[in-house]
C-alpha cells in the first residue's frame, strides 16, 4: 500500500464527499480472477462510469488462510489500484462467511436448526451469532481490516457482514440457549415475571430454573407464542449485536467512514427499525421479478420503507441484478431498458445511485449464471452497453441528490406485531402480514399518492393520514399516541384482527379491540375466518358492492356509523366498514379483506375526505413521484408498461434526461422514464 497521509473528516463532510456524485457501481470479487483481469476491470469500470465498488464481501478465506495467519497483500494492490483509477470502496468487514478452519477448529460455530440438524461449511453464513469463536475470529479480523485501511482514500464506506439473517436467521444450539437466558434475564430479572410473562400456568410451563429455560426448538405441537415472541426479539438481537460488535471497532479506528450494512426488502427476521438507527446508511438488495406483472410496486413497497427506515435521509441501492438471477426455478431477463428504468424507479424514490450485484460475471461457483455488469459473453452484449448507458445518464443525475421525497400519508409498520400475527393458532393461517401491507398499499401507489412508514413509535405530526393495514400486537403506549393523533385532528383506517394482544402476546380483555375500541366506536363480539376461495360481498353506503375474503367480523357501533355493510352469511346487515368521529378526528375500521376495487374505494375516501392528492395523475402503469429541494421540485414519471404512452402535462416542463422542453405532452417509450422539472409554475397537482 502507498504511504498515505493521514487525515480527519467529519461525518456530514464524509456523507457529502459519498453523495458528491451519484452512486454507480457493484459488488467486486477480484479474488475469484487473476491479476490480469483487474487491469480490464478497472479501465471497464471508468468506461461504463462507476465510482464505488463493494470489496472483500466473500473474501475471509483469501484475508486469513489460517487462524492469524493475514494475507493483505492483493487487497492493498486493489485498493490502490481502484484509488488511481478515481473508484472509492465500500470495503466489507468480510466476516459473512467464515472460513473452512473455523468449522475445523470450532465446530460448536456451526448454526442448529430447530429440530437439531447442524447446517455444514460448503456453502456461506454458516455460523451460529452467539458463538464466542466466530465472535472472537470477526472481531479479529475486522480490527486488522480497519487498523490497515483506516487511511486508505479509497475507503468510503464499510459494508459490515451481508445480508444479515439471510439464509442462517435463528440458531438453536446450547450457546444460542445459553445466550437467549441471558437475554431474558436482562429483560425479567426474575422468573416470576417471565412466567407471568409467558403465560406459563397454560399446559404445564411453568419454569422453576432459568436452566429449564430452551429456544422454541422442534414441540410436538404448538410452542409457547410469548416464548416464540421473545426468541423473535432475541434473534433479531443477536445478529445486531454481531453487527454492533464489529462497528464499535470500526468507529474507534475511522469515526470519519460510514457504516452500513445491505438489508434486504421487507425481510421479517429483523427488527430493522432497530437496525437502522445503530448504522450511518440504509442500503438495500433489491430483486423484483421481472416474470410477475406488478414486481415494480412491490419494489416502490420497499424503496420507501428503505427511506423511512432512514428517517428520509439518503439510502442507497446496494444490490439488484442487471437482468436475471439464478435463484429462483425459473429466472427471467430484464426486458431492453426494464433494468434502467427499475435503476431509476429506486432514485426516485431516494436512492442517491444504483449498485449491482455483481461487477464481473462468476465463471465459478454457485451464483455463476447470475447476471452481471460485465457478462461472461463480454462487452459486445446488450447487457454491457445497458450498462455504460445508465452510467452515462447517471452523470447528468447529481443535481437530484439534494432532494427529499415527502408524504401525506404513512403506513405503520411494526416488526413484533408481525412476528406475533403469524404465530400458529390463530383463527386463519392465511392472514399474512405483508399482504394486508400490500392490500393498503397498492391502491396508494396506483393513484401515486406517495406513502411512508412510521414505527409504532414514529413521529404522527407530519401526516394527514395514517394506515395500520394490521397492528395484532399493540402496547398501551402506542395506542394513547394514536388516540392523541386523532384527537388532534390526524386521520386514522385500522385494518382488522388489529389491537388485540399486548407486548407479551396476552390478549387485552375488555371486548376487542380493547385499546383501540373508544377512538374506533365499535366493538368486535366474534372474528369468523372464511376458507380458502370464499367470497363474501359488502355494500357501500354510496351504492358500491365489492367483494370480500379471508375473514369478516360481528361488530357493533358504540358511536361510529358504518360506511359499508355484509351482504352475505348470518351476519349480512352488519357493519363491514366503520368512521368515527374522535376528537378533531376521524378514525376508519376496515373489518375484512377487500378485493382491490374495494380497497380503491376506501383509499380514495379517505384521502378525500382528508384532502390528500397525487402527486400527479398519470394513465394506469405510469409511476409518477417527486424529489424536492429548497428551490426545485423534479417529478418522475416512469412507464412500467412494455408499450409507449403519452402523459398530458399541467405545465411547460423541462425533461433533465432527454434535455428537452415539453409543451403539453411527455411522451414515455416503452419502460421509458422522464425527470420533469416546470419551467415556469408549480407543474404537480400537489406539493
Ligand atoms: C444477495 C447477496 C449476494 C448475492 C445476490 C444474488 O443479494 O447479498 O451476495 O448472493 O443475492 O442475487
Given at each position: 500500500?502507498e504511504h498515505?497521509?493521514?487525515?480527519r473528516l467529519?461525518?456530514?463532510?464524509?456523507?457529502?464527499?459519498?453523495?458528491?456524485?451519484?452512486?454507480?457501481?457493484?459488488?467486486?470479487?477480484?479474488?475469484?480472477?487473476?491479476?490480469?483481469?483487474?487491469?480490464?476491470?478497472?479501465?471497464?469500470?471508468?468506461?461504463?462510469?462507476v465510482n464505488?465498488?463493494?470489496?472483500?464481501?466473500?473474501a475471509?478465506?483469501?484475508?486469513?488462510?489460517?487462524?492469524?495467519?493475514?494475507?493483505?497483500?492483493?487487497?492493498d494492490?486493489?485498493?490502490d489500484?481502484?484509488h488511481?483509477?478515481?473508484?472509492?470502496?465500500?470495503?466489507?468487514?468480510?466476516?459473512?462467511?467464515?472460513?473452512?478452519?473455523?468449522?475445523?477448529?470450532?465446530?460448536e460455530?456451526?448454526?442448529?436448526?430447530h429440530?437439531?440438524?447442524?447446517?455444514?461449511?460448503g456453502?456461506?453464513?454458516h455460523?451460529?451469532p452467539?458463538?464466542q469463536?466466530?465472535?472472537?475470529?470477526?472481531?479479529?479480523?475486522v480490527?486488522?481490516?480497519?487498523?490497515?485501511?483506516?487511511?486508505?482514500?479509497?475507503?468510503?464506506?464499510?459494508?459490515?457482514?451481508?445480508?444479515?439473517?439471510?439464509h442462517?436467521?435463528?440458531?438453536?444450539?446450547?450457546?444460542?440457549?445459553?445466550?437467549?437466558?441471558?437475554?431474558?434475564q436482562?429483560?425479567?430479572?426474575?422468573?416470576d415475571?417471565?412466567?407471568?410473562?409467558?403465560?406459563?400456568?397454560?399446559?404445564?410451563?411453568?419454569?422453576?430454573?432459568?436452566e429449564?429455560?430452551?429456544?422454541?426448538?422442534?414441540t410436538?405441537?404448538?410452542?409457547n407464542?410469548?416464548?416464540?415472541l421473545?426468541?423473535?426479539?432475541?434473534?433479531?438481537?443477536?445478529?445486531?449485536?454481531?453487527?454492533e460488535?464489529?462497528?464499535?471497532?470500526l468507529?474507534?479506528?475511522?469515526?470519519?467512514?460510514?457504516?452500513?450494512?445491505?438489508?434486504?426488502?421487507?425481510f421479517?427476521?429483523?427488527n430493522?427499525?432497530?437496525?437502522?438507527?445503530?448504522?450511518?446508511?440504509?442500503?438495500l438488495?433489491?430483486?423484483?421479478d421481472?416474470?410477475?406483472?406488478?414486481?415494480?410496486?412491490y419494489a416502490?413497497l420497499?424503496?420507501?420503507?428503505?427511506?423511512?427506515?432512514?428517517q428520509?435521509?439518503p439510502?442507497?441501492?446496494?444490490?439488484?441484478?442487471?437482468?436475471?438471477v439464478?435463484?429462483?426455478?425459473?429466472?427471467?431477463?430484464?426486458?431492453?431498458?426494464?433494468?434502467r428504468?427499475?435503476?431509476?424507479?429506486?432514485?426516485a424514490?431516494?436512492?442517491?445511485?444504483?449498485?449491482?450485484?455483481?461487477?464481473?460475471?462468476?465463471?465459478?461457483?454457485a451464483?455463476?449464471?447470475?447476471?452481471?455488469?460485465?457478462?461472461h459473453?463480454g462487452?459486445n452484449s446488450?447487457?454491457w452497453?445497458?450498462?455504460?448507458?445508465?452510467?452515462?445518464?447517471l452523470?447528468?443525475?447529481?443535481?437530484?441528490?439534494?432532494?427529499?421525497?415527502q408524504a401525506?400519508?404513512?403506513?405503520?409498520?411494526?416488526w413484533?406485531?408481525?412476528?406475533?400475527?403469524e404465530?400458529e393458532?390463530?383463527?386463519?393461517?392465511?392472514l399474512r402480514?405483508?399482504?394486508?401491507?400490500?392490500?393498503?398499499?397498492?391502491?396508494?401507489?396506483?393513484?401515486n399518492?406517495?406513502?411512508?412508514?412510521?414505527p409504532?413509535?414514529?413521529d404522527?405530526?407530519?401526516y394527514?393520514?395514517?394506515?395500520?393495514?394490521?397492528l395484532?400486537l399493540?402496547?398501551?403506549?402506542?395506542?394513547?399516541?394514536?388516540?392523541?393523533?386523532?384527537?388532534g385532528?390526524?386521520t386514522?383506517?385500522?385494518?382488522?384482527?388489529?389491537?388485540?394482544?399486548?407486548?407479551?402476546d396476552h390478549?387485552?380483555?375488555g371486548?376487542y379491540?380493547?385499546?383501540?375500541?373508544r377512538?374506533?366506536?365499535?366493538?368486535i363480539?366474534?372474528?369468523?375466518?372464511l376458507?380458502?376461495q370464499?367470497?363474501?360481498?359488502?355494500?357501500?353506503d354510496?351504492?358500491?358492492s365489492?367483494?370480500?375474503?379471508?375473514?369478516?367480523?360481528?361488530?357493533?357501533?358504540?358511536?361510529?356509523i358504518a360506511l359499508?355493510?355484509?351482504?352475505?352469511?348470518?351476519y349480512?346487515?352488519?357493519?363491514?366498514?366503520?368512521?368515527?368521529?374522535?376528537?378533531?378526528?376521524?378514525?376508519?375500521?376496515?373489518?375484512?379483506?377487500?378485493e382491490?376495487?374495494?380497497m380503491?374505494?376506501?383509499?380514495?375516501?379517505?384521502?378525500?375526505?382528508?384532502?390528500v392528492?397525487p402527486?400527479?395523475?398519470?394513465?394506469?402503469?405510469?409511476e409518477?413521484?417527486?424529489r424536492?429541494?429548497?428551490?426545485?421540485?423534479?417529478l418522475?414519471?416512469?412507464?412500467h408498461?412494455?408499450?409507449?404512452?403519452?402523459?398530458a402535462l399541467?405545465a411547460?416542463?423541462?425533461?433533465?434526461?432527454?434535455?428537452?422542453?415539453?409543451a403539453t405532452?411527455?411522451?414515455?417509450?416503452?419502460?421509458?422514464?422522464a425527470i420533469?422539472?416546470p419551467?415556469?409554475?408549480?407543474?404537480t397537482?400537489?406539493?
Open positions: 500500500m498515505i497521509p493521514h487525515y467529519s461525518r456530514e463532510a464524509v456523507y457529502t464527499r459519498l453523495f458528491e456524485h451519484m452512486t454507480y457501481g457493484g459488488d467486486y470479487y477480484p479474488e475469484q480472477w487473476p491479476e490480469e483481469v483487474w487491469q480490464e476491470d478497472v479501465r471497464l469500470m471508468r468506461e461504463a462510469g464505488l465498488v463493494s470489496l472483500g464481501i466473500f475471509w478465506a483469501r484475508l486469513e488462510p489460517q487462524p492469524g495467519q493475514y494475507d493483505f497483500d492483493w487487497l494492490r486493489i485498493m489500484l481502484l488511481a483509477y478515481d473508484i472509492r470502496v465500500n470495503l466489507a468487514t468480510a466476516t459473512a462467511s467464515p472460513p473452512p478452519w473455523l468449522a475445523k477448529h470450532h465446530p460455530s456451526l448454526p442448529v436448526t429440530d437439531g440438524t447442524r447446517l455444514w461449511p456453502s456461506r453464513q455460523y451460529c452467539s458463538n469463536a466466530y465472535r472472537t475470529a470477526a472481531q479479529a479480523l480490527q486488522r481490516l480497519a487498523e490497515r485501511y483506516r487511511h486508505h482514500p479509497a475507503l468510503v464506506l464499510w459494508h459490515v457482514g451481508n445480508e444479515y439473517g439471510c442462517v436467521s435463528a440458531c438453536y444450539c446450547d450457546e444460542s440457549a445459553a445466550a437467549f437466558r441471558r437475554w431474558l436482562q429483560r425479567y430479572t426474575t422468573l415475571a417471565l412466567n407471568r410473562a409467558w403465560g406459563t400456568a397454560f399446559w404445564s410451563q411453568q419454569y422453576g430454573d432459568w429449564e429455560i430452551l429456544p422454541p426448538r422442534r410436538p405441537t404448538f410452542s407464542p410469548s416464548q416464540q421473545d426468541w423473535h426479539r432475541f434473534c433479531s438481537d443477536a445478529l445486531l449485536e454481531c453487527f460488535m464489529e462497528c464499535a471497532i468507529r474507534e479506528y475511522t469515526p470519519h467512514i460510514p457504516i452500513t450494512t445491505n438489508f434486504m426488502h421487507a421479517k427476521p429483523l430493522y427499525w432497530k437496525w437502522a438507527a445503530r448504522e450511518d446508511l440504509v442500503a438488495d433489491m430483486y423484483p421481472p416474470a410477475e406483472a406488478d414486481a415494480h410496486v416502490a420497499n424503496y420507501d420503507l428503505m427511506r423511512s427506515l432512514g428520509g435521509r439510502w442507497l441501492l446496494m444490490e439488484q441484478a442487471t437482468s436475471q439464478n435463484w429462483r426455478p425459473y429466472n427471467f431477463v430484464k426486458q431492453p431498458g426494464q433494468m428504468l427499475w435503476s431509476h424507479q429506486a432514485i424514490r431516494g436512492s442517491q445511485g444504483v449498485m449491482f450485484f455483481q461487477w464481473r460475471q462468476s465463471c465459478a461457483g451464483e455463476k449464471f447470475h447476471s452481471a455488469m460485465v457478462p459473453v462487452t446488450r447487457i452497453r445497458e450498462v455504460v448507458a445508465l452510467g452515462q445518464e452523470r447528468r443525475l447529481d443535481i437530484l441528490l439534494p432532494s427529499r421525497i401525506k400519508v404513512a403506513i405503520m409498520w411494526d413484533e406485531s408481525w412476528w406475533a400475527l404465530l393458532g390463530k383463527p386463519s393461517c392465511s402480514q405483508i399482504d394486508q401491507v400490500r392490500a393498503f398499499y397498492e391502491p396508494l401507489f396506483a393513484r399518492i406517495t406513502v411512508d412508514f412510521v409504532p413509535d414514529g404522527l405530526q407530519s394527514r393520514v395514517v394506515l395500520i393495514p394490521n395484532y399493540v402496547r398501551e403506549t402506542t395506542a394513547q399516541r394514536l388516540a392523541d393523533y386523532v384527537a385532528g390526524g386514522v383506517v385500522i385494518g382488522f384482527f388489529s389491537g388485540i394482544v399486548d407486548e407479551h390478549v387485552w380483555l371486548g379491540p380493547a385499546p383501540f375500541r377512538m374506533l366506536g365499535v366493538r363480539e366474534e372474528f369468523i375466518a376458507p380458502p370464499q367470497h363474501i360481498g359488502i355494500i357501500t354510496d351504492g358500491n365489492y367483494n370480500a375474503m379471508l375473514w369478516s367480523e360481528v361488530l357493533e357501533l358504540e358511536g361510529a359499508a355493510q355484509y351482504t352475505t352469511g348470518f349480512a346487515g352488519y357493519p363491514a366498514v366503520t368512521q368515527n368521529r374522535f376528537g378533531q378526528g376521524i378514525a376508519y375500521y376496515l373489518s375484512t379483506q377487500l382491490a376495487a374495494g380503491s374505494w376506501l383509499v380514495q375516501h379517505v384521502c378525500d375526505y382528508a384532502g392528492q402527486v400527479y395523475s398519470t394513465p394506469p402503469g405510469v409518477a413521484i417527486v424536492q429541494d429548497g428551490q426545485r421540485t423534479w418522475y414519471l416512469l412507464n408498461r412494455a408499450t409507449s404512452i403519452d402523459v399541467n411547460p416542463a423541462d425533461d433533465l434526461l432527454s434535455g428537452q422542453r415539453l405532452i411527455c411522451h414515455l417509450e416503452p419502460y421509458g422514464v420533469l422539472t419551467s415556469h409554475s408549480s407543474l397537482d400537489s406539493f
